[in-house]
């Protein structure tokens, strides 16, 4: 079943729902279409979603959940969702999975006969205290705390289970390796059950953040689990160079790592960072409630300026970068509602920052045409971005060369102003330029308020830095 997931791991939203602002419908879409056929032929496999951090998996990963829980009325595959992060304090990880397994079995027991369901409850009683013990014994050895309250809910169910006539009797010493294996088999043959009646999708999130050795031991208890149980599907989601460089720090540099891993991993899927094609403003709605639309009379395309903009970002960097910008535009402006030209250059300016052009004007007119500055460092990291300038900043109005200040070639944007201009104005006061120089036409409506916006700039600049 799906944990309660950190807003970290999603991606970000302001509403309730999240927003697939990537589309990242396609790939489960073909996910979806993969384990079907697996289904179908009643198959076993484990297989990787590889992405970079920061590439979304876990967003993927929740959509992927919601389309296997809702497919033909929920009455094809029972869905168990196990965070290793969560876990990975424990130096014997099969404790932290079977527990994530049976949670799941006790919710989803409601789609399954009486009779399944009594024998699954006893079954789980059974192997409680087995678990319990474990828990117990990793507790004392590495963390240090009082086990009272676990060792009395281990006597409880003792009880409960002798009352049962299903003890493992109370001549045995408890032996840490028998609790293991009991375990183990025991959900072997539990998983073996309810693969008759349903395709066992188990999603296994967050092992590439996990200690280098316990990553490698979840990797060993879930082939160890999972071996041979037909009808069963294993999804992990791993950054693939993290999970190359733990098994290397794991065995030695010498290590085949693709040899090794294929005992574990059947075959492998790869996610891209994607493409903005959904509504950012929509993505990032309290953000933009921060601002008032109706300031500038515009036909600029927000969306298409920030699908652009932030292109080259994997999501998890982007989600940063806006959150930074919120908490800088809440302390610097709490009550002011600005117009959207603000809003546009608070994220030209983060995404900017980001890539370190700090030093100098990026964006400038050359043969008719703003673009950015064809420094290397610039167009390899904002490529699309400088292609949107070309393409779409066009129309521009200026009288250029009005005249010349010392050797600074001086441009007045003419009425009326639109975001754009404003963007090339408001950058033109944060950097240093020794080619061009640009100012609004003194009848500019709310000139005076624009030129308020240029000093808050500044000030807002000086919360980023502080902001991290």
Same mark, same amino acid.
């Given at each position: 079943?799906?944990? /309660? ?47 970079? =951090?920061?590439?979304?998996k ?18 094809k ?53 087995? &678990? ?10 590495? &963390? ?29 010493e ?5 609790s ?8 072997q ?17 967050? !092992? ?8 490698v031991?979840? !990797? ?7 071996y041979?149980?037909? /009808? ?87 989600e940063?970068?806006?959150?930074? %910008?919120?908490?800088?535009?809440? %302390? ?15 994220? !030209?300016?983060?995404?900017? &920052? ?5 030093? /100098? ?26 292609e949107?300038?070309?393409?779409? =900043?066009?129309?521009?109005?200026? !009288?250029?060369?009005?005249? =010349? ?19 090339? =104005? ?6 240093p /330029?020794?080619?061009m ?25 000086? &919360?980023?830095? %502080?902001?991290?």
């Amino acid at each position: 079943m799906r944990d /309660n997931i950190e807003g970290e791991d999603l991606a970000i939203v302001d509403s309730e729902q999240p927003i697939d602002l990537l589309n990242r419908q396609e790939i489960v879409d073909q996910i979806m279409q993969l384990i079907n056929a697996i289904s179908d032929n009643r198959g076993s496999f484990t297989f990787s979603l590889n992405g970079e =951090w920061g590439s979304g998996k876990t967003f993927v990963l929740n959509m992927l959940e919601e389309n296997l829980l809702t497919y033909q009325d929920g009455k094809k595959y029972l869905v168990f969702h196990y965070n290793c992060w969560e876990y990975d304090y424990y130096e014997e990880p099969l404790f932290a999975i079977i527990a994530s397994l049976l949670e799941g079995i006790d919710e989803e027991t409601h789609l399954l006969s009486k009779e399944a369901r009594d024998a699954i409850k006893v079954g789980i009683e059974t192997v409680k205290p087995y &678990l319990l013990k474990i828990a117990s014994a990793v507790s004392k050895a590495n &963390l240090g705390f009082d086990v009272t309250r676990v060792s009395q809910m281990v006597s409880d169910l003792k009880q409960r289970l002798e009352n049962a006539n299903d003890s493992p009797g109370p001549e045995r010493e408890y032996d840490p390796y028998f609790s293991f294996n009991s375990t183990l088999r025991y959900i072997q043959r539990q998983f073996r059950e309810l693969s008759q009646d349903y395709t066992v999708v188990l999603v296994v999130d967050e !092992l590439d953040r996990c200690m280098p050795a316990y990553a490698v031991k979840v !990797l060993e208890r879930l082939h160890h689990l999972f071996y041979g149980v037909k /009808n069963c599907i294993v999804v992990l989601a791993v950054a693939k160079g993290q999970i190359d460089h733990t098994i290397k720090q794991v065995f030695g540099n010498e290590t085949m790592v693709d040899q090794y891993l294929k005992k574990f991993i059947d075959f492998q899927m790869e996610l891209g960072v994607g493409t903005i094609q959904g509504s950012f403003s929509q993505k990032y709605s309290e953000y933009f409630a921060m601002f008032d639309k109706t300031l500038i009379e515009t036909e600029f395309d927000i969306d298409e300026f920030c699908a652009a903009l932030f292109d080259s970002l994997d999501p998890r960097t982007q989600e940063h970068l806006m959150n930074r %910008i919120k908490t800088a535009h809440k %302390i610097l402006i709490p009550e002011e509602k600005k117009d959207y030209s603000f809003l546009c250059f608070e994220m !030209l300016w983060i995404v900017l &920052l980001h890539n370190g052009l700090t030093n /100098n004007m990026p964006i400038l007119m050359e043969r008719g045409k703003f673009c950015l500055t064809e420094k290397r460092s610039l167009t390899t990291s904002l490529d699309k971005f400088s292609e949107y300038i070309r393409k779409k =900043w066009t129309n521009i109005s200026m !009288l250029p060369s009005t005249y =010349w200040h010392g050797y600074i070639e001086s441009n007045i944007f003419n009425n009326p102003i639109d975001i754009p201009q404003l963007m090339i =104005w408001y950058l033109d006061d944060m950097y240093p /330029n020794e080619v061009m120089e640009y100012q609004l036409d003194e009848s500019t409506p709310r000139l005076e308020e624009y030129l308020r916006n240029r000093e808050e700039i500044k000030r807002f600049d000086d &919360l980023l830095n %502080i902001i991290k």
